[in-house]
């Protein structure tokens, strides 16, 4: 049995951003995921294109994915189009940051 999108982003809601103490997903810094013959697609955003941590988030999207059942490769691709907001946050993640 293969890695289903699903399956990935569950996996990558163990990625902390360091700074906010929250994982990617609810976040909404990840704005696709495609799995095809065990190659994982994650295109991912940062809160900002100068975010000091970015490679930091980048390996561990690729450390947590990677020992998912039937992945080979995972090939990481940060984008900022379109740019990240705080609309993209999940409801959870606004309140644990204080914004609802």
């Known amino acids: 049995m293969s890695a289903t999108p699903k399956d990935v982003e569950t996996a990558l809601s163990n990625v902390i951003d360091p700074e906010l103490g929250i994982d990617v997903v609810n976040l909404g810094l990840i704005y696709e995921v495609t799995v095809d013959d065990g190659v994982v697609r994650v295109v991912y955003t940062l809160t900002a294109p100068a975010c000091p941590l970015g490679s930091q988030i980048e ?42």
């Open 59 to 100: 390996a561990q999207i690729v450390e947590y994915a990677s020992v998912l059942a039937g992945v080979t490769v995972v090939r990481p691709e940060l984008t900022f189009t379109p740019a990240w907001s705080t609309d993209r946050m999940s409801a959870d993640a606004k309140f644990a940051l204080g914004m609802e």
